[in-house]
């Protein structure tokens, strides 16, 4: 796994819980009987891989390392 690739994947999560927070405030504007409210259209959430988990075998028995460069 490359490093951009667990940043762009973070984004998405956090993308994720925007579009959740916002479809709540929508839900809940509905619930007092806002009309309006009714033609603000849902955001759909992206599907985020786990990468706590092997791709190939679903298995969560996977090891991480962390690595460091020093650049001078």
Same mark, same amino acid.
């Given at each position: 796994?490359? +490093?951009?690739? /667990?940043?762009?994947?973070?984004?998405?999560?956090? $993308?994720?819980?925007?579009? @959740?927070? @916002? *479809?709540?405030?929508?839900?809940?504007? &509905?619930? =007092? =009987? &806002?009309?309006? /409210?009714?033609?603000?259209? @849902? +955001?759909? $959430?992206? $599907? #985020?891989?786990?990468? *706590?988990? &092997?791709?190939?075998?679903? @298995?969560? /028995?996977?090891?991480?390392? #962390? #690595?460091?460069?020093?650049?001078?």
């Amino acid at each position: 796994m490359e +490093k951009e690739e /667990a940043i762009h994947n973070f984004g998405e999560k956090i $993308e994720n819980f925007g579009n @959740s927070m @916002s *479809n709540t405030g929508k839900d809940m504007m &509905c619930c =007092g =009987g &806002c009309l309006p /409210a009714i033609f603000i259209t @849902s +955001k759909q $959430e992206k $599907e #985020v891989r786990d990468l *706590n988990k &092997c791709p190939n075998y679903g @298995s969560k /028995a996977v090891k991480k390392e #962390v #690595v460091v460069h020093d650049v001078e």
